[in-house]
Nanobody
């Protein structure tokens, strides 16, 4: 019903930037909250950022420390994650997720639909 496709991952040096994209299709997303999560090898999946389609309300994980920005383009049904000042500890697979709720959420259980992920590798 809902399909999410991430893109924009790759290899960058510490201090560099990447912009991830999540293209959504199959449904109208005005009642959805969109989230970004990440998972490093051997670690649990971690909340990165979230945004609502309806009001563009945002929330961020504490570790971001102002370095990441989530945004959306309603006309393109696309959510973005701008990542600046990247660190080696940001290396992970980044996942886009969608949940049928009006408010942002930091919890995996709020999101019913998930993309396949895109690899981000930050070298030292």
């Amino acid at each position: 019903q809902v399909q999410l496709v991430e893109s924009g991952g790759g290899l960058v040096q510490a201090g560099g930037s990447l912009r991830l994209s999540c293209a959504a299709s199959g449904r109208t997303f005005s009642s959805y909250t969109m989230g970004w999560f990440r998972r490093a090898p051997g670690k649990e999946r971690e909340f990165v950022a979230a945004i609502t389609w309806r009001t563009s309300t945002t929330d961020y994980g504490e570790f971001v420390k102002g370095r990441f920005t989530i945004s959306r383009d309603n006309a393109k049904n696309t959510v973005y994650l701008q990542m600046n000042s990247l660190k080696p500890e940001d290396t992970a697979v980044y996942y886009c997720a969608a949940g049928l709720r009006l408010g942002v959420s930091r919890y995996e259980t709020s999101y019913a639909y998930w993309g396949q992920g895109t690899q981000v590798t930050v070298s030292s």
